[in-house]
Every structure is written in structure tokens, then in C-alpha cells.
């Protein structure tokens, strides 16, 4: 890391990695409110962000680090998917910085993001309730990792409820369907979609010279990937159709700065979760009793897992 982003003033949100010569990751603090990962890229002549982290305080603060880093405003942001970790803060960037995404993110965010927003300002004291009921499900807990992921989780929902009244839901205003390039005065970025797998529809920031991309949910680094609005399989067609491409290093939408290992990883869990309940279906097992297997149960997310295999059970007998 260079002495420039230890110089910048801290963000409790997230920590800032230099990953390239103008180009940082802002990596996620767990339990405040940023939940998802950031970047940052200069251009040379303007700025990029890719998405905005969970609450306006986080996305301030990333505004800010934008502005230090590379001495001009942001022009540009890129949301990945539609998911609030990747979206909330985009009140923060404009009118001054256009908003990319997908037409069909900019369709979910338009109608169902919006609503639900809506939903949520108008009666919060049901989130309110749900969450309480999480407190109390966490004095419970006996498995102390499972309990500390609780814990981040809850402390992440009270920040985001906290800024929820603020909240000015802000919609992408530039879309594209296929692929998008920036030409900056520095270097040109690609901002790319082979379709939906973590959500209808991902996008991910690709720097062909720097050998870097900038990934959303479609990786994650020691993270479970998160299935609640997935199709798995072309979840693994879109991480082959990746691969093809010339990648050293990967910010991930959750989890370090990483290599394709990384992308390596989630594939596997992939076919492992659609084996192990095939099998289950199969065997007329249930599926409550599919276990983490070992090679994730150090990973972070586990309180997604059981999910993660319902959805998977869903999917393939659907």
C-alpha cells in the first residue's frame, strides 16, 4: 500500500488496498456499514467508483477517499448488481457522477429496489422487530464464529436502519446491455455482462491492461457466494466465460483482494452444493441435513449456507 492511503483520513467503513498504480479496493470492515466491497479507479481525466457500499455515511467516506486518491471529483459509478450493498450509497455521487448498471438492473432497482425501499421507510418497525428477535437468537448461539458473523450482521442492519430515513433511492442513468468501455486518459475500462447468475443480472469491471477485475458477487474470497437470488448454473457458464479472459488479480464483492483462486473457489462450492443435494433428492434424504462440507467451514457468510442449499433444491426440482 502506498504512504497516500495510509495518509487518508480512516473510515471505520473500510480499508483501503492499492491493487494497481490508481486503482484501490476499499475492502469492507465487517459490521459496519459498508457490507460489500468498493473500488476505486482513476482514469487519468475522471474518476470511476464501483458500487457504493450499504449506508450514505460509508459511501461518504469512499466519496471522500476518491477525491484524496486521485484529486478529482467522481464522474462515473458502476453498479454491479442491484443488491443494497452495492447500490445505497449512490445518492452520495450525484447529479456530479453518472450511475451505470445493466437495463435489466436499472428494471429491478426502478421497480421492485424502489418499492421495497418505500416499504421499509414507511413501516421499519417490523425490520425493528425482526432484528430485536435477532439479538435474542444471538445470546443463544453456542458456536462462537457463527455467533461473531451474527453479531457483524446485526451491527451492519442497525447502521443501514439508522440511515434509512435519509435514504434518497437513486436509480442507475446510464444502462447498457452486453459491454461498455470508458476511455480514460490513463486507461480504458471495460464494464462487461454475460447475464445473471448471483442476481438476474451481474456486472464486473474489467482492466484488461492491468490484468485486474473488479467482480461484485460473482466472486467472493473466503466469503460463501450468496444463492437467495441466483441461478447457479449459469452462475458457473459466467465464471467459465471469465476465465477466458487475461486475469491476475480479482477485488472481490466480499473477502481480500485476491487471485482467479479465488474464482476457482466459488466454482467448486457450486458444483459441491449442486452434487450434495442432488444426491440428497436422490437418496430421499433431507436436506436439512446437509452439512457445511470442510473446505468452507472457515469461510465467512455461514449464516447463509442453509439457504444457499435450500435455493439449491429449488432450483433442481423445480
Not at 57 to 74: F, H, I, R, Y
Amino acid at each position: 500500500m502506498s504512504n497516500l492511503t495510509n495518509t487518508l483520513t480512516n473510515s471505520k467503513h473500510f480499508k483501503l488496498t492499492e491493487v494497481a498504480n490508481g486503482v484501490y479496493a476499499a475492502i469492507s470492515v465487517p459490521g459496519t456499514g459498508s457490507l460489500g466491497n468498493a473500488a476505486i479507479i482513476d482514469l487519468g481525466d475522471s474518476t470511476l467508483v464501483v458500487d457504493t457500499f450499504t449506508t450514505i455515511q460509508a459511501a461518504e467516506d469512499l466519496k471522500a477517499a476518491a477525491m484524496e486518491l486521485t484529486g478529482k471529483p467522481v464522474s462515473y459509478v458502476v453498479n454491479t448488481h442491484w443488491h443494497s450493498d452495492h447500490t445505497s450509497g449512490n445518492q452520495v455521487f450525484t447529479p456530479q457522477a453518472q450511475i451505470i448498471s445493466t437495463t435489466t438492473t436499472y428494471e429491478i432497482m426502478n421497480t421492485f429496489g424502489r418499492e421495497r425501499i418505500s416499504q421499509q421507510q414507511l413501516k421499519p418497525d417490523s425490520i425493528y422487530k425482526a432484528l430485536d428477535e435477532v439479538e435474542e437468537n444471538i445470546k443463544q448461539e453456542t458456536d462462537e464464529k457463527l455467533k461473531q458473523e451474527m453479531q457483524w450482521e446485526l451491527a451492519s442492519d442497525r447502521e443501514y436502519m439508522s440511515m434509512l430515513p435519509g435514504l434518497v433511492y437513486t436509480v442507475p442513468t446510464i444502462t447498457f446491455d452486453q459491454q461498455l468501455a470508458i476511455h480514460g486518459r490513463d486507461r480504458t475500462v471495460q464494464i462487461i455482462t454475460y447475464g445473471g447468475g448471483h442476481t438476474q443480472s451481474d456486472t464486473f469491471v474489467y482492466l484488461p491492461e492491468e490484468k485486474i477485475a473488479v467482480m461484485g458477487d460473482l466472486v467472493l474470497s473466503k466469503h460463501h457466494p450468496v444463492l437467495i437470488h441466483a441461478n447457479p448454473k449459469e452462475w458457473l457458464t459466467i465464471l467459465e466465460q471469465v476465465e477466458q479472459l487475461d486475469i491476475e488479480t480479482i477485488v472481490p464483492g466480499h473477502g481480500e483482494v485476491c487471485s482467479m483462486n479465488a474464482l476457482y473457489d466459488v466454482k467448486g462450492y457450486l458444483n459441491e452444493l449442486l452434487t450434495l443435494v442432488e444426491e440428497a433428492v436422490a437418496e430421499q434424504i433431507s436436506i436439512e441435513e446437509i452439512l457445511v462440507p470442510l473446505a468452507y467451514q472457515e469461510w465467512s457468510f455461514t449464516t447463509y449456507f442453509k439457504g444457499n442449499v435450500k435455493k439449491v433444491f429449488e432450483f433442481i426440482t423445480r
